[in-house]
T-cell receptor, first 113, second 113 residues
Framework: AQTVTQSQPEMSVQEAETVTLSCTYDTSENNYYLFWYKQPPSRQMILVIRQEAYKQQNATENRFSVNFQKAAKSFSLKISDSQLGDTAMYFCAFMVQGGKLIFGQGTELSVKP | DTAVSQTPKYLVTQMGNDKSIKCEQNLGHDTMYWYKQDSKKFLKIMFSYNNKELIINETVPNRFSPKSPDKAHLNLHINSLELGDSAVYFC????????????FGQGTRLTVV
């Protein structure tokens, strides 16, 4: 079975500091996509960053970067210079054949002033 | 212009009623999805359509019936609503074979009383 696990239900960080959210997954596929989505209180699902499994280079989008360890099936998200607007639920997701997304349980991140 | 739009955003109804949620995407994508987010914020796929053809049908009660009149629209009809159907329902779309990213609607919060 393909699964995604986020082991940190809640995290908090001080504004301007760095925080890392963990994610592990399980699959027997070789080519796939991994994503981090952000869900603020507005409920909208917003794509933060994506990673193609065949790319060894870790994806980066401004203050957001990932540490992708394919052999370990680990896909953590690092947020640098945390801002109050980063407060949200963060979901790690894995895309399987047909475009179906399998989500982790989510990590509730609070950025404190 | 909203890329994926759902209506209504909020829906409160009594047990036993029948209701529909509509979804439209203007991204030209060929695949659309319905996801359910439960009270613990866990997201799970319900259905997926590719070019109006049902391709994913997870274990969902047959009271839920999706309909795709064309590839830009995917509606969800729910018969005989039950208290346990209360959740947030998200529509999403993607283009198969192109980087995999799914775009989400703003969600419909369904409350069954």
């Amino acid at each position: 079975a393909q699964t995604v696990t986020q082991s940190q239900p809640e995290m908090s960080v001080q504004e301007a500091e760095t925080v890392t959210l963990s994610c592990t997954y399980d699959t027997s596929e070789n080519n796939y996509y991994l994503f981090w989505y952000k869900q603020p209180p507005s409920r909208q699902m917003i794509l933060v960053i994506r990673q193609e499994a065949y790319k060894q280079q870790n994806a980066t989008e401004n203050r957001f970067s990932v540490n992708f360890q394919k052999a370990a099936k680990s896909f953590s998200l690092k947020i640098s210079d945390s801002q109050l607007g980063d407060t949200a639920m963060y979901f790690c997701a894995f895309m399987v054949q047909g475009g179906k997304l399998i989500f982790g349980q989510g990590t509730e991140l609070s950025v404190k002033p | 212009d909203t890329a994926v739009s759902q209506t209504p955003k909020y829906l409160v109804t009594q047990m036993g009623n029948d209701k529909s949620i509509k979804c439209e995407q203007n991204l030209g994508h060929d695949t659309m999805y319905w996801y359910k987010q439960d009270s613990k914020k866990f997201l799970k796929i319900m259905f997926s359509y590719n070019n109006k053809e049902l391709i994913i049908n997870e274990t969902v009660p047959n009271r839920f019936s999706p309909k795709s009149p064309d590839k830009a629209h995917l509606n969800l009809h729910i018969n005989s609503l039950e208290l346990g159907d209360s959740a947030v329902y998200f529509c999403a779309s993607s283009q198969r074979g192109q980087r995999g990213e799914a775009f989400f609607g703003q969600g419909t919060r369904l409350t069954v009383v």
